[in-house]
């Protein structure tokens, strides 16, 4: 074997691992906040003002069938990004 076959076969497996372990958990937290915020948004047009409880329910549901993440981490994020939706000037 010359000398880039030898790199390849070792360069190759170690980008799947390093891709696998860092660069997918990334995406799949940027999609995560992409969609409480879609969510969040959805929510506000669906039920209006007033109804906080009803618009948390459908949020946390919307976005359990998507991603598996705890309900305090999940309340987390909504309230983070129903805040920043507030900051919006409508």
Known sequence: MDWISILANLVIPV???VITYYVVPILREKNLYRYVNIGVYAAEQLFGS???????AY???WVKQRFKISDSDLKTIIEAAVLEMNKIPW
């Open 59 to 61: 949020v946390k549901n």
């Open 50 to 56: 007033g109804t906080g409880a009803q618009k948390y």
């Open 15 to 17: 980008l799947g691992i």
